[in-house]
C-alpha cells in the first residue's frame, strides 16, 4: 500500500485529504504541530488504522525526515497564512525553511513533492484570468500581507531549484479561494466562516473596502479532486498549477448570497463596510480569477461544485461544527432541519 505524508493535516484542506487519500486505500503519516490545527477534524483520522500522526514542527528537520520514511509522495500544506493575525515573520520563516525541510526530506526518500502555494501570488497584477505565466505583481514592503505571497514565491523557486539539483518530482499548487467542511471559523478560513457564523447569530456583516473586490471560491472536494490528480499523474510532475473554480463573485455578492441561504430574506440592512485604513498599511487585490487551461488539459481536471450547493453543504457542516464547540445556533434555517 503506498505511503503518502501529509502537512498540515489537521488544517482544513489537509484533512480533507486525509479522507480522501484513506478511502482510496493509501496509508497516511500526517504532520502538524497544532498551531492552527483543529483537534476535531482528526478526530476521525485518527481512529483509521491506515493513519499515523505525528504531532511536530516542519521547521524540525530531524523529526521530519524520521517522519517521512518510506513515503513515495510527500503533500506539503503546513503554512502561515495571514500575517496581519500573527507575524509576518512566522509566515516568512514556516514558509520557507519549513518547506526546504519537506524538500530535504523527499530527497532522502526520492519521493514526489506536491507543495501548496497561492493565488495571492498574483498579487496586484491587473490582467485576469490568471494562467500560470501569468506575471507575479508583489505591491510595497512595509505592507504585511505580501510576507505570505513572498513566500509561496520563494518556496515555489525553491521546489523547481531542488528539482534541478536533485531530480526529485515536484509540482506546486496555486490554490484559489477553499471553502467548505473543516474549515477554520475565524477569518483564518477565509470569508465563508465568518460570513455564515454572522449570519447565523444575525449580526452584522463586516465587508473590507467597498466590497466590490472580487475572488474565485472554490469547494474543498474540487480542490482535493485536483490535489489527487496531481499526486497521481506523472503529467504533472515539474509544473506550476492554478487549481479553482473560475467563477467570480464579489465579496459583496458572497455576504449576500450567504445572509439569503441562511436567513431566507434581504441583507440590505446587514453588511457593514470596514475601510481598509482600519487594518493599518493594506493593499488589497482587486480580482482574481484562475484560467485552469493547464489543470484541465493536462490532468483532467474540472471544478464541479457550484457556489450556492457547496455554500449550503458547509452551512450544514457549521452549524455541526458550532455544536461541537459548544457554540449554541438558535436559528437554524429550515431547509437545514429538512436534511
Ligand atoms: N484554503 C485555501 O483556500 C488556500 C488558498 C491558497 C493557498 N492555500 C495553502 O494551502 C495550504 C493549506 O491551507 P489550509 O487552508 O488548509 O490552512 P490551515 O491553516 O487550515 O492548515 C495548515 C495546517 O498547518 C499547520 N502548521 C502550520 N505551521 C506549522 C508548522 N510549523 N509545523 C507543522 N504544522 C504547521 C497548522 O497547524 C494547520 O493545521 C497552505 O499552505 C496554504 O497556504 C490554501
Request: include cysteine; hydrophobic fraction near 40%.
Amino acid at each position: 500500500m503506498k505511503k503518502i505524508l501529509i502537512t498540515g493535516v489537521a488544517g482544513f484542506i489537509g484533512s480533507n485529504l486525509a479522507h480522501a487519500l484513506l478511502d482510496k486505500g493509501y496509508q497516511i503519516v500526517g504532520v502538524d504541530n497544532m498551531s492552527q490545527g483543529e483537534k476535531l477534524n482528526l478526530e476521525p483520522l485518527i481512529k483509521n488504522p491506515n493513519f499515523e500522526m505525528h504531532y511536530i514542527d516542519i521547521r524540525d528537520e530531524a523529526a521530519l525526515t524520521k517522519a517521512s520514511v518510506g513515503c513515495k509522495t510527500l503533500v506539503h500544506l503546513a503554512a502561515y497564512k495571514i500575517p496581519r493575525y500573527t507575524d509576518a515573520l512566522d509566515t516568512l520563516l514556516i514558509n520557507s525553511l519549513g518547506s526546504e525541510n519537506v524538500l530535504k526530506a523527499a530527497i532522502d526518500q526520492g519521493a514526489k513533492v506536491v507543495a501548496a502555494s497561492t493565488s495571492d501570488v498574483y498579487g496586484k497584477n491587473p490582467d485576469v484570468p490568471f494562467n500560470e505565466n501569468s506575471n507575479l505583481v508583489i505591491g510595497n514592503p512595509d505592507v504585511k500581507r505580501w510576507a505570505y505571497a513572498i513566500s509561496k514565491m520563494f518556496e515555489e523557486q525553491m521546489m523547481f531549484a531542488y528539482q534541478q539539483r536533485y531530480g526529485i518530482p515536484v509540482v506546486a499548487l496555486r490554490f484559489f479561494g477553499g471553502y467548505g467542511p473543516n474549515q477554520n471559523l475565524t477569518w483564518w478560513g477565509g470569508p465563508q466562516s465568518v460570513f455564515i457564523n454572522k449570519a447565523l447569530d444575525n449580526e452584522e456583516i463586516e465587508v473590507h473596502g467597498d466590497g466590490s473586490q472580487t475572488r474565485s471560491f472554490t469547494f474543498i472536494s474540487d480542490h482535493v479532486n485536483g490535489i489527487i490528480r496531481t499526486i497521481e499523474q506523472d503529467a504533472a510532475n515539474n509544473l506550476v498549477f492554478n487549481l479553482g473554480n473560475t467563477r467570480e463573485i464579489s465579496i459583496t455578492g458572497l455576504a449576500q448570497l450567504i445572509w439569503r441561504l441562511v436567513r431566507g430574506d434581504d441583507s440590505t440592512q446587514k453588511i457593514k463596510l470596514i475601510p481598509y485604513e482600519t487594518f493599518g498599511k493594506y493593499e488589497d487585490v482587486m480580482r482574481r480569477i484562475p484560467d485552469i487551461t493547464r489543470a484541465r488539459t493536462l490532468l483532467g481536471f474540472e471544478p464541479e461544485v457550484d457556489l450556492e450547493d457547496g455554500l449550503r453543504r458547509t452551512i450544514i457542516w457549521q452549524i455541526e461544527r458550532r455544536r461541537q464547540l459548544g457554540i449554541p445556533t438558535p436559528f437554524i434555517p429550515s431547509w437545514v432541519e429538512q436534511n
